[in-house]
């Protein structure tokens, strides 16, 4: 079912519809073109996303998990940054705002299981969302909240994202965590640690603070010295398969993956 509503995606993203370009004119989606975006992720160290591509001929290749998360919040948070991030693990040089929604995949190991995450990254823009809104919301294994923590106003929008999600029947089975963005900017900073995590204890959420472009950053209390966004997701993601959602993947394709042009 899934995997027939990606291939409309991916034949209308292919047209050019609804795809964020980013400074070097590539596309920054990893798993979903056959752009270089695999073979950034390689150069940027993050070896786990095409681990499991070639698989024993002799054998039955294992189902691949997927994981459906999207990620919502107003414009400019930084949702963009923080899926490019994980998934092609770099910040992105330029980008613009998301029409409709964009995807992002990366292949991860976890307890010997190959798991595929997949970050739908929504258009923060009303008029960027409307048609599509209701698609975000099926089959959602997993939602993150991002505002903008230079940005009160971002912040105050939390509630409409959690009633949206509420008016497409997201139960609250479904795990939540709340992000806030852009903690390199520590001297514009408008909403506080303390505010934030009251707001995420009121809707039974973990909260992390983090920078999509300096996850290392001193204003991430979250993970010390290591790469914050990485374990944000890798959080989501332990969560989910300890929860053992539905199996809704292909076997993994047996080309092998050289993802230039
Ligand atoms: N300083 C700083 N800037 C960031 C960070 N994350 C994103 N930005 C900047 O914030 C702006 C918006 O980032 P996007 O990732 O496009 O925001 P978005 O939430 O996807 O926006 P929409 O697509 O309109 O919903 C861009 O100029 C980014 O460079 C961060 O962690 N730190």
């Known amino acids: 079912m899934i995997a027939l509503t990606l291939s409309g995606w991916r034949r209308r993203l292919k047209k050019g519809w609804s795809w964020k370009k980013f400074g070097?004119?590539?596309s920054a989606t990893v798993s979903m073109s056959s752009g270089c975006g695999g073979r950034r992720q390689s150069?940027?160290?993050?070896?786990a996303e095409f681990s499991s591509s070639l698989t024993s001929s002799s054998l039955p290749p294992p189902r691949t998990r997927i994981f459906k998360i999207i990620v919502i919040g107003d414009s400019g948070v930084g949702k963009t940054c923080l899926t490019y991030?994980?998934?092609?693990?770099k910040f992105p040089e330029k980008t613009e705002a998301t029409i409709g929604v964009d995807f992002r995949e990366r292949l991860v190991e976890i307890d010997g299981e190959n798991i595929k995450i997949q970050l739908w990254d929504t258009a923060g823009q009303e008029r960027f969302r409307k048609?599509?809104?209701q698609h975000y919301y099926r089959?959602?294994?997993?939602?993150?909240?991002?505002?903008d923590i230079t940005n009160a106003a971002s912040f105050h929008s939390l509630p409409a994202w959690i009633e949206e999600c509420k008016q497409h029947a997201l139960g609250t089975e479904v795990p939540r965590i709340l992000v806030g963005n852009k903690c390199d900017l520590q001297d514009s900073v408008q909403v506080n640690t303390d505010l934030a995590q009251q707001f995420a204890d009121a809707h039974s959420m973990p909260l992390f603070?983090?920078?999509?472009?300096?996850?290392?950053?001193?204003?991430?209390?979250n993970y010390g010295n290591s790469d914050h966004v990485?374990?944000?997701?890798?959080t989501v993601a332990h969560k989910l398969k300890s929860q053992?959602?539905?199996?809704?993947?292909?076997p993994p394709e047996r080309r092998p993956l050289c993802w230039c042009p």
């Open 24 to 26: 070097d004119g590539r």
């Open 43 to 47: 150069e940027s160290g993050s070896s």
């Open 85 to 89: 991030r994980f998934c092609a693990g």
């Open 131 to 133: 048609s599509m809104v």
């Open 139 to 147: 089959n959602v294994h997993a939602v993150v909240f991002v505002y």
């Open 209 to 221: 603070e983090t920078s999509a472009k300096n996850p290392n950053s001193q204003g991430d209390r």
């Open 230 to 234: 990485e374990a944000i997701f890798m």
């Open 244 to 250: 053992k959602p539905l199996v809704l993947s292909q």
